[in-house]
């Protein structure tokens, strides 16, 4: 394989330039794109790599609980586990594109992988304020427990809100650049629909996983009132065949809120997560979540909503005129 096959392929293996970040870019794709071409060559397939992150990620969530010496270097084994655990988050996905093998399991899994690790960073750092906390406020949260898992419980809450949202704009995005082929952007209609058509014999499993990404999806779209208007506006007046000159217009507003998808993600979230704990203070991980990147999905939310009223009239006004 030559090189420009090679960069050929590995764009192919992106799902679009939009709603990459930097870093990935430069570091996570790149590695995931290297991972993804072995595990092609040895018949792996995508979901047996998001399940090893899962057990990477975990693994290096847990030795963050280690706060004192001389186990502190155990910190630094688990920042590089979770690093790792990301670039095969990066390769199934990779991997998927480049081999068509897309399956909606995949996309749960994927989705739920990172909550396993974060699951696992959480309770470490919970119990290594409790018991190791050399801090400003170490005392404080050893002598009131219940502080630090509130934080921790509410920190955890407004990270899975963030994560979906991201999620939902990043697809809604990539289904105005792409189509409906590029994109997983699904619809709680869809959903239940499926669902009334698959019969329960033999199908048991799959109706679970079913109903549990139906509800996620749910949860996305009772966030996002005015975007689901300017769907059935699209819906009513175009189907699925909705004009180019509207797709880069939408683009076009979207396009300056994709870095907000991404900070939301992963990368940001997990350097400031790194920080705390390098300098010994992770409640600061758990207030970081609740206060800059809420205000972030907020800001997020509040501008997609904005354009998508301002479409929807105008789509509106084209059909009463």
Known sequence: ????????????????????????????????????????????????ITIASIFLGVAGGVLLYFGAQPLVWLNYVGIFLIVWANTFDSADGQLARLTKQYSRLGRILDGVSGDFWFVAIYFALVFREINFGDNLLGTFFADHKWVIWLLAVCAGGCHAKQAAMADYYRQFHLYF???????????????????????????????????????????????????????????????DDVP????????????????????????????????????????????????????????????????????TAELESKVEG
């Open 1 to 48: 394989m030559n090189f420009q096959e090679i960069k050929r392929q590995y764009k192919q293996s992106l799902k679009s330039m939009d709603t990459e970040e930097h870093i990935d870019l430069f570091f996570y794709r790149p590695l995931g794109y290297a991972w993804a071409l072995l595990c092609a060559r040895l018949g792996i397939t995508p979901n047996t």
């Open 177 to 239: 650049l792409k189509g409906k082929d590029g994109s997983e952007l699904d619809s709680t209609e869809q959903l239940d629909e499926q669902l009334r058509q698959m019969p329960w014999k033999g199908n048991l499993m799959k109706r679970l996983t079913l109903s549990v990404y139906r509800n996620y999806t749910a949860n996305q779209e009772v966030m996002t009132p005015c975007m689901q208007r300017l769907r059935r506006a699209l819906r009513s007046r175009y189907g």
């Open 244 to 311: 180019q000159s509207f797709r880069d217009a939408f683009r076009r507003k979207s396009l300056p809120m994709m870095k907000y998808t991404n900070m939301l993600s992963f990368n940001t979230r997990i350097i400031a997560m790194f920080i705390s704990v390098i300098i010994k203070m992770p409640w600061l991980y758990f207030a970081f979540e609740l206060v800059v990147l809420n205000l972030m999905m907020v800001y997020m939310i509040l501008c997609h909503e904005r354009f998508c009223r301002k479409f």
